[in-house]
Nanobody
Framework: VQLQASGGGLVQAGGSLRLSCAAS????????MGWFRQAPGKERDVVAA????????YYADSVKGRFTISRDNAKNTVYLRMNSLKSEDTAVYYC?????????????????WGQGTLVTVSS
């Protein structure tokens, strides 16, 4: 599976962005998809994840109520809508794909990773 993330950029605090991740190479609906982020000097953390069917989702506590993950299996694309952005959301955001079992929030199950897209939130 090849993943291409896009949509990052510079936004003011309180603003919104939508990240996209386009996948190719396999049957997209067989893969759970996750968004992760890594801020400078910090470890990579899960932000949100969604099952292959889209029925199950997961959100980190820090983004609940502000971010929404969704997918369009016909377009082989997963999205992350980010509202009410805060300076602490500044990070490189990565999308990842997994066809393993287990919790969709567990980063160890994800075998395929995109290149990352930078989100910078100015205060």
């Amino acid at each position: 599976v090849q993943l291409q993330a896009s949509g990052g950029g510079l936004v003011q605090a309180g603003g919104s962005l939508r990240l996209s991740c386009a996948a190719s190479g396999r049957t997209f609906s067989n893969y759970a998809m996750g968004w992760f982020r890594q801020a400078p000097g910090k470890e990579r953390d899960v932000v949100a994840a969604i099952s292959g069917s889209g029925v199950s989702t997961y959100y980190a506590d820090s983004v609940k109520g502000r971010f929404t993950i969704s997918r369009d299996n016909a377009k082989n694309t997963v999205y992350l809508r980010m509202n009410s952005l805060k300076s602490e959301d500044t990070a490189v955001y990565y999308c990842a794909a997994s066809n393993r079992g287990g919790s969709i929030s567990y980063d160890g199950r994800y075998d395929y990773w995109g290149q990352g897209t930078l989100v910078t939130v100015s205060s």
